[in-house]
């Protein structure tokens, strides 16, 4: 009896011991960190629908022959710069007479203008030199010379103030570079039926409006000038104005492109685009209030939306 009891014990022991064996250790469990959220996949938010860039110019390069009065008035340091900005064009800018300016657009030179002498513009047009012409701005005309006014100019009218000089023999500051300010100067020694050529009073810088001005400050001379390059100068020049705000001094601007039926190498998209930038309402605005804060006036009258009978040409 103990023997079958002995028997049972140890078939017991064997039977215990496969199992454990069968069994072995439990596997490790692989941890998770108890605050770890569930991973989720971000949504991008829907973006507002934008504008589309706008495209590179295929021709980016534009030459805009102006007249110095728009360069050294500061104004086109102004306009360029924004006009560069919104389009992606580049702007050269050339200034000179607006004589010289009209000769680069008749000449294929120049891709855009920007001038100040109606008279010779029409015939410019007439001749084909021109595909688009639009008003754009206007200032004025002033007389300006030393404090004292030797020739007694104030309270007369141009031609009247002209005839004073040439008669007084007061120093006068020409141009002389066929420039819109020259040709205006001429035209009104001729309508006095003067010539002063030669004359020893009488010199003539072929320079621009800035410079010409400060020659006839160190001069103390009488000298036709643009209003906005004046008031820019002013600081520097010994020179008063004496005569102003006669319809006759009246200083219009108008912006050409070069026609591409006769120059087909110029950029006429470019000079289009030109043309509708200086002549929009907001650049407009700026021009309008171009000076104001400097001078307390303005230095330019936008006119684009006007007509040349409107002013009077």
């Known amino acids: 009896m103990k023997f079958i009891s002995r028997n049972i014990l140890l078939a017991l022991l064997l039977v215990f011991s496969i199992l454990l064996t069968t069994c072995g250790s439990p596997a490790t469990p692989t941890a998770v960190p108890a605050t770890q959220a569930p991973a989720v996949t971000e949504v991008p938010a829907t973006e507002a629908p934008t504008e589309p860039p706008a495209a590179a110019p295929a021709n980016p390069n534009i030459i805009l022959a102006t007249t110095t009065s728009t360069q050294d008035s500061g104004l086109l340091d102004v306009l360029v710069p924004m006009f560069e900005?919104?389009?992606?064009?580049?702007?050269?800018?050339?200034?000179?007479g607006t004589g010289e300016a009209l000769k680069m657009g008749e000449e294929g030179n120049?891709?855009?203008?920007?001038?100040?002498?109606?008279?010779?513009?029409?015939?410019?047009?007439?001749?084909?030199?021109?595909?688009?012409?639009?008003?754009?701005?206007?200032?004025?005309?002033?007389?300006?010379?030393?404090?004292?006014?030797?020739?007694?100019?104030?309270?007369?009218?141009?031609k009247e103030a002209f005839a004073a000089i040439y008669k007084a023999g007061a120093p006068f500051v020409s141009r002389g570079d066929d420039s819109g300010t020259n040709?205006?100067?001429?035209?009104?020694?001729?309508?006095?039926?003067?010539?002063?050529a030669g004359q020893a009073w009488y010199s003539e810088t072929g320079q621009g409006m800035g410079a010409s001005l400060t020659v006839a400050s160190e001069k103390g001379a009488y000298i036709l000038t643009d209003r906005a390059t004046y008031l820019a100068n002013k600081g520097n020049l010994k020179l008063d104005i004496l005569l102003e705000g006669n319809k006759a001094l009246l200083n219009v601007y108008h912006v050409i492109t070069?026609?591409?039926?006769?120059?087909?190498?110029?950029?006429?998209?470019?000079?289009?685009?030109?043309?509708?930038?200086?002549?929009?309402?907001?650049?407009?605005?700026?021009i309008g209030e171009f000076g104001v804060d400097k001078y307390g006036q303005q230095l330019f009258i936008p006119d684009a939306d006007k007509t040349d009978a409107d002013l009077g040409l």
Do not use: C
Not at 85 to 96: D, I, L, M, P, R
Not at 111 to 122: I, Q, R
Not at 187 to 192: H, L, N
């Open 183 to 196: 040709k205006k100067e001429l035209d009104f020694w001729k309508k006095a039926e003067l010539d002063p």
């Open 85 to 96: 900005e919104q389009t992606g064009y580049t702007v050269k800018t050339v200034a000179v």
């Open 110 to 158: 120049a891709d855009v203008l920007l001038v100040h002498a109606p008279s010779s513009e029409v015939p410019y047009m007439d001749g084909g030199n021109g595909k688009d012409r639009f008003l754009v701005m206007h200032n004025d005309f002033i007389i300006v010379g030393p404090a004292d006014d030797p020739a007694g100019i104030k309270e007369l009218g141009p």
């Open 258 to 286: 070069v026609n591409p039926d006769k120059w087909p190498k110029v950029n006429y998209e470019g000079a289009m685009a030109f043309a509708k930038f200086i002549t929009d309402p907001a650049t407009q605005k700026v």
